[in-house]
């Protein structure tokens, strides 16, 4: 690892009264992990350095790039502390690094391929000020793709709305019924304390979901908050890890076995029996599409083997999934894997669920 910069905290310090006025509020440290960003990477930092909240380390942690990450990076070394990892340890061991780094009372952690609101880092140390029993703070983001062109905004579920501390039951209850549709990853904001206090991410044991499994762990043991203002652009579709994972992904989402661990951990007495249906009608219809991703890769086995764990009752309990539609689905499937693979309804379903 190579401490290339310590920076200044932020780069408009000139004015002593100004800095001594910073010097009062919070520390916030952002902390962008980085692999093979080139294409992003300098729109998120000049985001960051365009916010409006003052007293701010931005600590960015190259994870071993191969591309012209660092040439690029290079530019900002006046205005941000540059760490180059000299081996790639991927993102959530390269979080926990920079979260050992960081000086701050609050610790942001933000994606090199996203871009953040001028306002997200004043709102969110708002928020945690506010409310000094809340652990840690998340907003909403907007959907754009690999352009930078919007097409959609995440829209909250009612359960978690209301801009107030959330408790773990609250949490759990919403992660049942709704899957995690609204911890967004890039937009949390954490205090160190309670980094400290809870441990780092499980990045061993659960790879590219370590987040949730951090979040679940934080919400057990303080409030969580939510604010309903969209605070930053979220880039999808440029084969991010997320994309990677779920590509004709054929394993059970990690998703449940995070929230299986919780409900064996004492969740169980906290969530109410529809939550509980919601969430095994979220298991059934992942298991079906694991079913479908099976069947494109022409895996009959597997494509049988998931398919029995899809019971149409359970689709049926739940209105958060489209359950008729869904067991429509599950009776096609059941036949198609009865007859010869069929590189036509192969196509169909690649081309809805994964050419995109």
């Known amino acids: 690892m190579v401490d290339v910069e310590q920076s200044a905290r932020h780069p408009d310090t000139a004015?002593?009264?100004?800095?001594?006025?910073?010097?009062?509020?919070?520390?916030?440290?952002?902390?962008?992990?980085?692999?093979n960003?080139?294409?992003?990477?300098?729109?998120t930092l000049d985001s960051l350095l365009a916010q409006r909240y003052p007293n701010i380390e931005i600590i960015v942690i190259d994870d071993a790039s191969t591309d012209d990450t660092l040439e690029?990076?290079?530019?900002?070394?006046?205005?941000?502390?540059?760490?180059?990892?000299?081996?790639?340890?991927?993102?959530?061991?390269?979080?926990?690094?920079?979260?050992?780094?960081?000086?701050?009372?609050?610790?942001?952690?933000?994606?090199?391929?996203?871009?953040?609101?001028?306002?997200?880092?004043?709102?969110?140390?708002?928020?945690?000020?506010?409310?000094?029993?809340a652990g840690a703070v998340f907003c909403?983001?907007?959907?754009?793709?690999?352009?930078?062109?919007?097409?959609?905004?995440?829209?909250i579920p009612d359960a978690v709305r209301g801009e107030q501390p959330l408790d773990y039951a609250a949490i759990l209850n919403a992660e049942l019924t709704y899957k995690n549709t609204f911890l967004v990853c890039p937009s949390c904001m954490v205090r160190k304390a309670v980094y400290d206090a809870v441990g780092g991410y499980d990045h061993e044991t659960y790879l590219n979901t370590s987040d949730l499994e951090m979040y679940l762990r934080i919400a057990r043991e303080y409030p969580i908050g939510i604010l309903e203002d969209h605070l930053m652009r979220y880039r999808h579709g440029h084969g991010n890890s997320s994309q990677k994972y779920h590509h004709l992904r054929t394993d059970p989402n990690r998703f449940f076995r995070i929230v299986d661990r919780y409900l064996e951990q004492g969740g169980r007495a906290l969530v109410t029996e529809r939550a509980l249906r919601h969430y095994e009608a979220h298991r059934a219809e992942d298991n079906l599409m694991c079913a479908i991703s099976a069947y494109v890769l022409e895996d009959f086995g597997l494509a049988r083997e998931r398919l029995a764990a899809v019971r149409a009752g359970t689709l049926l309990r739940s209105d958060k999934v489209q359950r008729y539609?869904?067991?429509?689905?599950?009776?096609?499937?059941?036949l198609l894997v009865r007859l010869p693979h069929s590189a036509r309804m192969a196509g169909v379903f690649y081309r809805r669920w994964h050419d995109r």
Do not use: C, K, W
């Open 37 to 43: 960003g080139a294409r992003f990477v300098g729109e």
């Open 72 to 133: 690029v990076l290079g530019a900002y070394r006046p205005h941000v502390r540059l760490v180059v990892q000299e081996e790639n340890r991927g993102i959530y061991a390269t979080m926990n690094h920079g979260i050992a780094l960081a000086r701050g009372e609050f610790v942001a952690i933000y994606h090199a391929d996203d871009v953040y609101l001028p306002e997200i880092v004043e709102r969110q140390v708002a928020f945690l000020t506010a409310h000094p029993e």
């Open 140 to 155: 909403q983001d907007i959907f754009v793709d690999a352009e930078g062109t919007e097409y959609g905004r995440l829209d």
């Open 15 to 35: 004015a002593r009264g100004a800095a001594r006025e910073d010097a009062r509020l919070p520390l916030v440290s952002v902390v962008v992990p980085v692999y």
């Open 325 to 334: 539609r869904l067991v429509v689905l599950a009776a096609l499937m059941r």
